[in-house]
């Protein structure tokens, strides 16, 4: 499995890092869902601030509604009650610079992959001038010899890393992660997560991912938010200081994983 | 990293034969083939046909089997160097089979007199109304080609857009499907009288005929397609920042074109059925019309020569349908039984 690997020396094409990502703020935002005419709430009164090329991590129980609040962010559904501000303006929509990489990949199965990465250029009619981007994207997920395939001739991993270099190239300020690794095996999970940092390390976004699983949150992000079982509350804030890269058997992770086993009431087993 | 590619371009074949080579197995079959052929001719040329009758073509049609015999007998050869010949091993087969048919066929018509007649002519009496009524029969392709064409692509076409309408908007969907709902499943045929009234000529209400029978199954498939794409798909082109006219034209239509095939072959096969009830009841040009016409005049051969011809467009046209779908789905080949 190639790591991606741009040649150190090469700078992002489309970026000017260091700190080129967005502000968020989410202020008192409450989410309720209509079951069949029973209110259902999902979220309730979340606040957060995350700062310019912050990587932060919701992590909560399954079905607690990390993912509805992604889609919030994302702009795809409006929120029932607060605000969600980006770099102080309400977000009032989907945005290229806030893009989602889905838990699924969800690839056009009728495009290669060189056509799916190019998909946000061509949506926007940038493609024309700027195709040099799809190739830099795919060189950074590290599949410059995968462009004409289509999807189904990829592995799980290569589609994600498909889904990617789709969302890079549109140079987001943004990243929305929904467990983007959650479908990989272990091994490709490992790898694609060394992965991950490295590119928000070089390329500079605003990192904000949505996982349950306990490890990768802390792993990666510099920020762990602790959210309760639905109606999703903010239980607690783990702040997680130690430098890039990290190493997975780090003692500091081992603490602050248990702290963090603590807040979701699973601590009798560590 | 690049298992999964590597295995689908080398997936191995599977071994045909444990004896001869291609080339010889290929020489064998085409020989066998062409000596089948030769006893067609044989069978015409020398067995005199029944006394009383007296068919115009028996030579000819000897003459036509045994060059096509000397054919396959040079393709067998040829094919021993030339890999782009072998294909006649595949058809080898069928070859036999249609030289014992048609050497049955003959033997119990103008040889044995054991069919009765008119109805059931010999070979040689159609390859006769062929040579003969050239002119009439191609011009009935023609008629019947330029009818079908224009009625399905007009169908076709207007199918594709009301269903692409119906599955993307609300409002369109609310007008459009009680109508569909209520008149889409009947017959194209039932509005035929009514047509030959209200349409200015009987060409143009054929037309209609034909491209109404052709735009409700492309609609409704067309519809179903487009209402079925993964909405995961709109979320993905919305956050990169797709506008609507980019949803319908790069998302929903792309994802909803193997439903549309669906409904093209649908709306052929409806469209030939038609095309012959039209021709025959209306329009006085056509395969239907001829059809119609030598059955009139108890013209059988006739009758059996447009039917042939009629079986070959018909399959020509699905054939070439299933052409372009190759192309157009070649993206399917991964995901479905091709």
């Given at each position: 499995?190639?790591?991606?690997?741009?040649?150190?020396e090469?700078?992002?094409?489309?970026?000017?890092?260091?700190?080129?990502?967005?502000?968020?703020?989410?202020r008192?935002?409450?989410?309720?869902?209509?079951?069949?005419?029973?209110?259902?709430?999902?979220?309730?009164?979340?606040?957060?601030?995350?700062?310019?090329?912050?990587?932060?991590a919701?992590?909560?129980p399954?079905?607690?509604?990390?993912?509805?609040?992604?889609?919030?962010?994302?702009?795809?559904?409006?929120?029932?009650a607060?605000?969600?501000?980006?770099?102080?303006?309400?977000?009032?929509?989907?945005?290229?610079?806030?893009?989602?990489?889905?838990q699924?990949?969800?690839?056009?199965?009728?495009?290669?992959?060189?056509?799916?990465?190019?998909?946000?250029?061509?949506?926007?009619?940038?493609?024309?001038t700027?195709?040099?981007?799809?190739?830099?994207?795919?060189?950074?997920?590290?599949?410059?010899?995968?462009?004409?395939?289509?999807?189904?001739?990829?592995?799980?991993?290569?589609?994600?890393?498909?889904?990617?270099?789709?969302?890079?190239?549109?140079d987001?300020?943004?990243?929305?992660?929904?467990?983007?690794?959650?479908?990989l095996?272990?091994?490709?999970?490992?790898?694609?997560?060394?992965?991950?940092?490295?590119?928000?390390?070089?390329?500079?976004?605003?990192?904000?991912?949505?996982?349950?699983?306990?490890?990768?949150?802390?792993?990666?992000?510099?920020?762990?938010?602790?959210?309760?079982?639905?109606?999703?509350?903010?239980?607690?804030?783990?702040?997680?200081?130690?430098?890039?890269?990290?190493?997975?058997?780090?003692?500091?992770?081992?603490?602050?994983?248990?702290?963090?086993?603590?807040?979701?009431?699973?601590?009798?087993?560590? | 990293?690049s298992?999964?590619?590597?295995?689908?371009?080398?997936?191995?074949?599977?071994?045909?034969?444990?004896?001869?080579s291609?080339?010889?197995?290929?020489?064998?079959?085409?020989?066998?083939?062409?000596?089948?052929?030769?006893?067609?001719?044989?069978?015409?040329?020398?067995?005199?046909?029944?006394?009383?009758?007296?068919?115009?073509?028996?030579?000819?049609?000897?003459?036509?089997?045994?060059a096509?015999?000397?054919?396959?007998?040079?393709?067998?050869?040829?094919?021993?160097?030339?890999?782009?010949?072998?294909?006649?091993?595949?058809?080898?087969?069928?070859?036999?089979?249609?030289?014992?048919?048609?050497?049955?066929w003959?033997?119990?018509?103008?040889?044995?007199?054991?069919?009765?007649?008119?109805?059931?002519?010999?070979?040689?009496?159609?390859?006769?109304?062929?040579?003969?009524?050239?002119?009439?029969?191609?011009?009935?392709?023609?008629?019947?080609?330029?009818?079908?064409?224009?009625?399905?692509?007009?169908?076709?076409?207007?199918?594709?857009?009301?269903?692409?309408?119906?599955?993307?908007?609300?409002?369109?969907?609310?007008?459009?499907?009680?109508?569909?709902?209520?008149?889409?499943?009947?017959?194209?045929?039932?509005?035929?009288?009514?047509?030959?009234?209200?349409?200015?000529?009987?060409?143009?209400?054929?037309?209609?005929?034909?491209?109404?029978?052709?735009?409700?199954?492309?609609?409704?498939?067309?519809?179903?397609?487009?209402?079925?794409?993964?909405?995961?798909?709109?979320?993905?082109?919305r956050?990169?920042?797709?506008?609507?006219?980019?949803?319908?034209?790069?998302?929903?239509?792309?994802?909803?074109?193997?439903?549309?095939?669906?409904?093209?072959?649908?709306?052929?096969?409806?469209?030939?059925?038609?095309?012959?009830?039209?021709?025959?009841?209306?329009?006085?040009?056509?395969?239907?019309w001829?059809?119609?016409?030598?059955q009139?005049?108890?013209?059988?051969?006739?009758?059996?020569?447009?039917?042939?011809?009629?079986a070959?467009?018909?399959?020509?046209?699905?054939?070439?349908?299933f052409?372009?779908?190759?192309?157009?789905?070649?993206?399917?080949?991964?995901?479905?039984?091709?």
């Open positions: 499995m190639v790591v991606a690997a741009a040649p150190a090469r700078t992002h094409p489309v970026s000017n890092h260091p700190r080129r990502g967005t502000t968020l703020t989410i008192e935002v409450s989410h309720r869902f209509d079951l069949e005419g029973q209110p259902l709430p999902v979220l309730d009164r979340i606040s957060l601030r995350i700062d310019r090329s912050e990587f932060v919701l992590l909560g399954s079905g607690c509604g990390k993912s509805t609040l992604l889609r919030l962010v994302a702009g795809l559904d409006p929120p029932t607060g605000a969600l501000l980006v770099d102080g303006e309400a977000i009032e929509g989907p945005d290229p610079s806030r893009v989602v990489v889905f699924d990949p969800t690839l056009y199965p009728w495009r290669t992959v060189w056509n799916n990465v190019a998909l946000g250029l061509q949506a926007r009619g940038l493609l024309g700027h195709r040099e981007r799809v190739e830099d994207a795919l060189r950074l997920v590290g599949l410059t010899g995968f462009a004409n395939a289509y999807p189904h001739q990829l592995s799980g991993g290569m589609s994600q890393r498909t889904a990617l270099a789709r969302a890079l190239v549109n987001p300020k943004l990243l929305i992660l929904d467990e983007p690794l959650g479908q095996d272990s091994l490709t999970r490992i790898t694609m997560q060394g992965e991950l940092v490295s590119l928000w390390e070089r390329v500079g976004f605003t990192a904000l991912l949505v996982t349950h699983d306990v490890e990768e949150a802390l792993f990666l992000a510099g920020r762990v938010i602790v959210l309760s079982a639905r109606p999703a509350q903010i239980r607690a804030e783990i702040v997680n200081t130690l430098r890039y890269p990290r190493h997975r058997g780090d003692p500091h992770l081992a603490e602050l994983r248990r702290e963090v086993f603590a807040h979701l009431g699973l601590d009798a087993t560590w | 990293m298992s999964v590619v590597d295995e689908v371009a080398s997936r191995p074949r599977p071994v045909v034969g444990p004896i001869a291609p080339p010889a197995r290929s020489l064998i079959g085409g020989l066998a083939a062409a000596a089948a052929w030769f006893g067609v001719a044989a069978v015409t040329s020398f067995w005199p046909d029944k006394p009383e009758s007296d068919w115009a073509y028996t030579d000819d049609f000897a003459a036509l089997s045994g096509l015999a000397v054919a396959l007998a040079l393709a067998a050869c040829a094919g021993v160097w030339f890999a782009g010949l072998q294909r006649v091993r595949r058809l080898a087969p069928w070859l036999i089979a249609l030289a014992l048919f048609f050497g049955a003959e033997a119990v018509t103008a040889k044995l007199g054991l069919l009765p007649l008119p109805f059931f002519p010999p070979p040689q009496a159609i390859l006769e109304v062929v040579v003969d009524d050239r002119t009439r029969l191609i011009a009935c392709v023609l008629a019947s080609f330029r009818l079908l064409a224009t009625g399905y692509c007009l169908g076709a076409a207007i199918g594709f857009v009301t269903g692409v309408a119906i599955g993307w908007s609300r409002l369109v969907n609310y007008w459009i499907h009680p109508v569909l709902r209520f008149i889409g499943p009947l017959p194209a045929t039932a509005w035929l009288p009514l047509a030959f009234f209200v349409f200015p000529s009987s060409f143009s209400a054929s037309i209609f005929l034909i491209a109404l029978a052709t735009g409700f199954p492309v609609t409704v498939l067309t519809w179903s397609g487009v209402a079925g794409v993964n909405s995961a798909y709109y979320d993905i082109a956050t990169l920042g797709a506008s609507q006219r980019f949803l319908v034209l790069k998302v929903a239509i792309p994802a909803a074109m193997p439903h549309v095939f669906v409904g093209l072959f649908m709306g052929l096969g409806t469209s030939f059925a038609v095309l012959v009830v039209a021709e025959m009841l209306g329009v006085k040009a056509g395969l239907g001829y059809l119609q016409w030598a009139g005049w108890a013209a059988y051969a006739n009758m059996y020569a447009a039917l042939l011809i009629m070959l467009l018909c399959s020509g046209l699905i054939t070439l349908l052409r372009l779908r190759d192309r157009l789905l070649s993206w399917q080949k991964g995901l479905v039984r091709w």
